[in-house]
């Protein structure tokens, strides 16, 4: 079994940063990839990045290209997210999730195995 804890949700103004972490416990090897994926109220969850483990190659959706960045700690298995110019279109809760094996996708939510509780992300205008 694997948890997942996001932490570092938060009100931030327009052209703010956040960071959001997500620790990961319960399993002794890395997984294959770890992802954000976030959801705004009224919305399906969608995919914000995605890191693979090994190879440290990054995937971002459009909306966030330039602005976010997502890195990983092999020590701990941590991963983070760095939101900078934030918008108020970013307010949404933010997951973490874990894919343990290999898929060619990992940007939509049936594509990870793990899921952490959200953190909320609120961008006022």
């Known amino acids: 079994q694997v948890q997942l804890v996001e932490s570092g949700g938060g009100l931030v103004q327009a052209g703010g940063s956040l960071r959001l972490s997500c620790a990961t416990s319960g399993r002794t090897s890395s997984p294959n990839a770890m992802g954000w994926l976030r959801q705004a109220p009224g919305k399906e969850r969608e995919f914000v990045a995605a890191?693979?483990?090994?190879?440290?190659?990054?995937y971002y959706a459009d909306s966030v290209k330039g602005r976010f960045t997502i890195s990983k700690n092999n020590a701990n298995y941590t991963v983070y997210l760095q939101m900078n110019s934030l918008k108020p279109e970013d307010t949404a809760v933010y997951y973490c999730?874990?894919?343990?094996?290999?898929?060619?996708?990992?940007?939509?939510?049936?594509?990870?195995?793990?899921w952490g509780q959200g953190t909320q992300v609120t961008v006022s205008s």
């Open positions: 890191i693979r483990w090994s190879a440290g190659r990054t």
């Open positions: 999730a874990a894919a343990l094996i290999f898929r060619t996708k990992i940007t939509g939510p049936g594509d990870y195995d793990y």
